[in-house]
């Protein structure tokens, strides 16, 4: 379960004009309880999804309120919620940091298996499970963009998470690879949370957040939040499009 009692986030910002500094919210007031196995969250670019969606790992804590994760709060517990909440990000080259998939996937499993053998074995495993076997020894520059973003997915999921927070973690990819990923998404046990600008997909969760500047404003099945966020950019309806609110 995934809680957020009255979240705040507010940053300090330069005037350039060459004013004060000062704080600007991001977002919130949110407050919300997340048991649905999958959500999505939907919104324009620069409404607040990534700062919402980097709260539930503690990348991102909060200026008000608390975020909790199955009983640990992120300010308190970051390291314990870090590791029961994978967070993978849209870019797979901000992730990946070993030269070789089987070496990336073996440091992820550092922790967890302290003998080196049996970490490389497991490693290859996991890559074997996620369709990348062939590709354990190859130099992560020579894989595609959908190679390297499953080879992320692979390296976070192998520590086995709780939970799993997925930014755009499809923006990158064409059709193929992002259906490949959608896929793999859905058919994992976890409870996934991914932020998404692909709406077929969000079509597919349990519950829908929609986002725009800075507050959750909408809220439940797949269909009448995603008609709410299809009236929002279409101009349909009289609310700003996530330009942000002072
Ligand atoms: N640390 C920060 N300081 C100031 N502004 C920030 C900071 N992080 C994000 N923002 C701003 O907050 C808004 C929301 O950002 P973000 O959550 O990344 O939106 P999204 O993921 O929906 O594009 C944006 O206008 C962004 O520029
Ligand atoms: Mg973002």
């Not at 996937?105 to 495993?125: I, W």
């Not at 992320?152 to 998470?161: D, F, G, K, R, S």
């Not at 996934?192 to 829908?208: F, M, N």
Request: glycine share 8%; net charge negative.
């Amino acid at each position: 379960m995934i809680t957020f009692e009255d979240v705040e986030v507010t940053a300090w910002t330069s005037d350039p004009a060459g004013g004060a500094d000062r704080v600007v919210r991001l977002l919130g007031p949110v407050s919300l309880a997340l048991a649905e196995r999958r959500v999505a969250v939907v919104g324009a670019n620069g409404s607040g999804k990534s700062t919402l969606a980097r709260l539930v790992n503690g990348l991102v804590l909060p200026s008000a309120g608390r975020v909790v994760v199955d009983g640990l709060d992120t300010a308190d517990d970051g390291a314990a919620v870090r590791r029961r909440v994978g967070f993978v990000f849209t870019d797979p080259d901000a992730q990946i940091v070993m030269p070789t998939p089987v070496e990336d996937v073996a440091l992820s499993l550092r922790r967890t298996v302290p003998d080196a053998s049996e970490r490389t074995a497991r490693a290859l495993d996991v890559l074997a499970r996620f369709g990348l076997a062939d590709r354990a020894h190859v130099p992560v520059h020579a894989l595609s963009g959908g190679q390297r973003q499953l080879l992320a997915l692979a390296a976070v999921l192998a520590t086995e998470p709780a939970v799993l927070v997925c930014d755009e973690p499809t923006t990158l990819l064409d059709l193929r690879w992002r259906t490949r990923v959608d896929d793999l998404l859905a058919s994992l046990d976890q409870q996934v949370v991914v932020v998404t600008h692909d709406l077929e997909a969000a079509a597919r969760a349990d519950r829908v957040l929609v986002v725009d500047g800075g507050a959750v404003v909408a809220d439940g099945p797949p269909g009448p939040a995603l008609a709410h966020y299809r009236a929002l950019m279409t101009g349909a309806s009289a609310a700003p499009s996530g330009e942000r609110r002072p």
